[in-house]
């Protein structure tokens, strides 16, 4: 049965920074392609990083490269978001998805590419 359980969230100062986790069973997370999403109140969801499992391989979205960073452990199952810098625009529900689609090396940053989600992780940036 594939779970996705995060955890980390919660309310941070705009500059402040967060590290999101996200447990994974077993047979979501070897050689999958597994990311974060987001979505704020009245918008879609959207990507924001995501990473091929068998090799770490990272793709960012634009709005969080250089201030986001996504991690994992293997051997302990889990999945990780660090953000910096942090900005009122960046609150919303984070998420984390597994078994996603591959496109050139990537793993895609479309919500709808992935087959299995977490029930989300509130994160509020005050400014």
């Known amino acids: 049965q594939v779970q996705l359980v995060e955890s980390g969230g919660g309310s941070v100062q705009a500059g402040g920074s967060l590290t999101l986790s996200c447990a994974a069973s077993?047979?979501?997370?070897?050689?999958?392609?597994m990311g974060w999403f987001r979505q704020a109140p009245g918008k879609e969801r959207e990507g924001v990083a995501t990473?091929?499992?068998?090799?770490?391989?990272?793709y960012y979205a634009d709005s969080v490269k250089g201030r986001g960073t996504i991690s994992q452990d293997n051997a302990k199952k889990m999945l990780y978001l660090h953000m910096n810098s942090m900005e009122p625009e960046d609150t919303a529900m984070y998420y984390c998805a597994a078994v996603g689609a591959r496109w050139g090396g990537d793993c895609s940053l479309s919500p709808g590419a992935y087959n299995y989600w977490g029930q989300g992780t509130q994160v509020t940036v005050s400014s």
């Open positions: 990473i091929y499992t068998g090799n770490g391989r990272t």
């Open positions: 077993v047979n979501t997370y070897d050689s999958n392609c």
